[in-house]
Nanobody, 117 residues
Framework: QVQLVESGGGLVQPGESLRLSCAAS???????MGWYRQAPGKQRELVAT???????NYAASVQGRFTISRDNTKNTVYLQMSSLKPEDTAVYYC????????????WGQGTQVTVSS
């Protein structure tokens, strides 16, 4: 299992942007990767996934605002978040080894994103 470390979270105002990064301890080239989030009192939910060949899947709530990408040379996955809304506030987790629609067994520790004026 690869170890995953997220970074880039923080406090932003509505309408602003953030880019999250997920650095893996080993090669991710053969893995589908994903971003999930969990808000207080809610279940963890899929935000975006990307297959090893670059196919992507997004939750309806973030479609058109978020973009997932990967750099296999750096073993890193990114989540570019734009037009952030208060309802995007959550802990965001990186995941490895799943599919376009479900999570794998490797998780990062999470990074907090707070959208508030």
């Amino acid at each position: 299992q690869v170890q995953l470390v997220e970074s880039g979270g923080g406090l932003v105002q509505p309408g602003e942007s953030l880019r999250l990064s997920c650095a893996a301890s080993g090669s991710i080239s053969s893995n589908a990767m994903g971003w999930y989030r969990q808000a207080p009192g809610k279940q963890r939910e899929l935000v975006a996934t990307i297959t090893r060949v670059g196919r992507t899947n997004y939750a309806a709530s973030v479609q058109g605002r978020f973009t997932i990408s990967r750099d296999n040379t750096k073993n890193t996955v990114y989540l570019q978040m734009s037009s952030l809304k208060p309802e995007d506030t959550a802990v965001y987790y990186c995941n490895a080894g799943g599919t376009m629609w479900s999570a794998g067994s490797s998780w990062g520790q999470g990074t907090q994103v707070t959208v508030s004026s």
